[in-house]
């Protein structure tokens, strides 16, 4: 089996930054336009904006929390091995 080529020591921390901005950027940026065209056509301003962005916001911080949990277990898998395969070359 043939191994893949190691990757630049900053492409974890890229890969993490670029999916907790997507789950910045795109709710919030979708909620801002959606809430002000939606107010301008129901001459309801504020009101659809304020409540698009508090929903984008929540949207946002599941996201942040689900990113989080998933590269914790990445890591968490990855120190297990790390340490088994310590215990092996001990012995």
């Known amino acids: 089996m043939e191994k893949e080529p190691e990757k630049p020591w900053w492409h974890a921390g890229m890969t993490v930054f670029g999916e907790v901005i997507g789950w910045i950027a795109a709710p919030i ?5 959606l809430g002000k065209y939606l107010d301008e056509i129901n001459d309801s301003d504020p009101w659809y904006f304020l409540s698009l962005t508090a929903l ?30 310590d215990n092996t070359d001990n012995k």
């Open 56 to 85: 984008a916001f929540i949207i946002t911080t599941i996201g942040i929390v689900k990113v989080a949990g998933k590269y914790m277990n990445q890591i968490e898998k990855e120190a297990k091995k790390e340490i088994k395969s």
């Open 29 to 33: 940026i979708g909620a801002l336009f």
